[in-house]
């Protein structure tokens, strides 16, 4: 549990060392503020419409703007996830400092969960900007609070596999922008998933089963789901397995 | 100390290390000389753990580098050939990082990686980023980091590649002063560094040990006394090859004759001459006083580097001294 630490601790502060986790608060900050913004101002306009259209059907802010808004962010981190995961293994393996990682007296998964924990840390900081939109909500309007929780728990947990797959691919090359790359054509595959859920046959309801936006669906209407909580627990797993075995080979390949 | 028994390595097609035994004692500064390319850095990342041996059996400190690699690894303190260093880090923070790692206690760190900065002359950068130090000094932070938490077994490879002459100088001081209180094992393509550092000579190649002695013994065998061949031909057989001997052997400083080859009443010799002592022209003389030819008069003695490449060249010679 110390070690865990130790290694999250020296990742975080490398992440904070370079531009990379600056940028991407400021990418972030930016992109999620313009929707806020847009999804903020088409829920205004259609208040003022009905309102003076003298209809009174009730306008529930939590439907209209938090999970429009939730929904996508949730696609905005696919985005984000490879760059955050990119450099965890693949920078040690170039360098050579993995070396020393491995020939210390810490178990590799350990070294593994360190690294994650630390990628999920900047991941959830990252998110945080994006709750400071929502807190506006809170000044001009009374949101449910408990949904908006339920949807963030929803983006950590899918946060959580996305970057437990990118923690695995960064282990298998020595090059940042290859595993980058890879990281984020699976997240994307695993996201236009979800486009063939209309269909019906077998094939398309694995694909669409697999997609992990379609899992965070319910969360960001406020559902916790004990199926979808599995789906990303096991994803995490799967993927923190799959890093540790490759951690391994490495040693048995070189 | 360190105990490796008929260790082997094979990677899908080669084979980097072929059942290597040796053994090192506590306190000893061992050598591992070898060409590139000759199972030195692959012995040694089977000895950290780095890598698991394909056969055989590695034991650092009575512990199994297999069944009991977290022991092990507790016990060894390791700088691979490029010190694996974090460019963002202050070097102060690295070696906080580094002694947590290896299980420092949080109330001992900072002493400890105050002691370890001045002991390899790293203080006066410690709040410099590690990106910017030269080239020496991140060897000397790399050694930092090998010894920051007490390790019984040093293991170092290739500590002064790529390092200025001053610099390789101030580093083999350095691994000089940590003996005694650590086990080293130091690899090396270099010759003059395995004498001047090491008491012990483990010489490997193509995977195999070709031959373990003690620093001493090795340069006294090698190149402590000087070797003269001579050929010598008396005229018309006028004497035999043990009378030419016995003239050679009394010529003074000699301390060895040997024939080497004899046709056609033509002699050759190889003479030995005890240490520090030029006996060529006495020889010279010798011969010619007795009437004899001299038809050649040359120096044989091997430097180091030629006994090395002897020792390590794809051609089986048979024996390190005289063979031509």
């Known amino acids: 549990m110390k070690n865990i630490w130790i290694i999250c601790r020296k990742e975080l502060k490398s992440y904070f060392a370079s531009p990379i986790a600056y940028g991407l608060m400021a990418f972030f900050a930016a992109i999620s503020g313009y929707f806020f913004y847009v999804i903020t101002a088409v829920f205004v306009q259609r208040g003022i419409q009905s309102q003076m259209m003298g209809q009174s059907f009730p306008m529930d802010v939590n439907e209209w703007v938090v999970r429009g808004f939730l929904s996508n962010v949730s696609v905005i981190g696919l985005f984000l996830i490879p760059m955050i995961t990119m450099r965890l293994f693949a920078e040690e393996k170039r360098t050579g400092t993995i070396e020393l990682l491995v020939t210390s007296p810490v178990k590799d998964i350990e070294v593994i969960a360190g690294k994650w924990l630390a990628a999920l840390i900047l991941y959830a900081g990252i998110l945080l900007i994006s709750a400071l939109n929502l807190a506006i909500l809170f000044l001009y309007g009374k949101p449910d609070w408990k949904p908006i ?64 936006v379609a899992h965070f669906e319910p969360f960001s209407k406020g559902v916790l789901d004990s199926k979808d909580i599995i789906f990303y627990l096991s994803m995490i797993f799967l993927g923190l397995f799959l890093t540790a075995r490759s951690l391994e080979s490495l040693r048995w390949r070189s | ?133 030269s080239k020496g000094y991140r060897q000397r932070v790399g050694l930092a980091q090998a010894i920051i938490h007490n390790p019984d077994v040093l293991i170092l490879d290739e500590p002064t590649a790529g390092l200025d002459p001053k610099q390789i100088l101030e580093t083999r001081q350095l691994i000089k002063s940590l003996s005694g209180a650590h086990t080293i094992i130091l ?25 373990t002695d003690s620093v001493h013994n090795l340069t006294n065998r090698l190149r402590g006394s000087e070797a003269v061949g001579l050929e010598v031909e008396p005229p018309q057989g006028s004497a035999g090859s043990a009378e030419i001997q016995q003239r050679l052997e009394q010529v003074p400083g000699v301390s060895r004759v040997l024939l080497r080859d004899s046709r056609d009443g033509r002699y050759t010799f190889e003479v030995e001459s005890l240490q520090g002592r030029t006996v060529r022209g006495d020889l010279a003389r010798s011969v010619v006083e007795a009437g004899w030819n001299l038809n050649e008069l040359r120096p044989v003695a091997l430097s180091l580097e030629e006994i090395f490449l002897q020792l390590t060249s794809s051609d089986e010679t048979q024996s390190p001294v005289g063979a031509k």
């Open chain 1, 149 to 212: 929780l339920v949807g963030y728990l929803g983006l950590l947990l899918l946060g959580g596999a996305l970057l437990a797959i990118g923690t695995f691919i960064s282990t298998t090359t020595k090059n940042q922008i290859i595993a980058g790359t890879a990281t984020f054509a699976v997240c994307l595959l695993l996201w236009v998933f979800d486009w063939v859920s209309y269909e019906t046959t077998t094939w398309a309801k694995v694909m669409s089963y697999l997609s992990v």
């Open chain 2, 1 to 133: 100390m360190i105990k490796v028994e008929g260790l082997s390595k094979r990677y899908a097609r080669t084979v980097a290390v072929d059942q290597i035994s040796f053994e090192v004692s506590k306190g000893e500064i061992v050598g591992f000389l070898g060409p590139n390319g000759a199972g030195k850095t692959t012995t040694m990342r089977i000895l950290t753990c780095f890598l698991p041996p394909t056969a055989g059996a590695a034991s650092v400190a009575g512990f199994d580098v297999l069944t009991q690699p977290l022991e092990v690894k507790k016990r060894i303190g390791y700088l691979p050939e490029t010190p694996p260093l974090y460019p963002e880090m202050e070097v102060r923070e690295y070696l906080y990082f580094v002694g947590r790692l290896k299980g420092i206690p949080k109330s001992d760190i900072a002493t400890r990686v105050d002691e370890v900065s001045e002991r390899c002359a790293v203080t006066d950068v410690r709040t410099k980023l590690i990106s910017k130090l």
């Open chain 2, 187 to 211: 690899s090396t393509h270099i010759l003059p560094e395995v004498e001047q550092t090491c008491e012990k000579v483990i010489i490997i190649s193509k995977g195999k040990v070709v031959a």
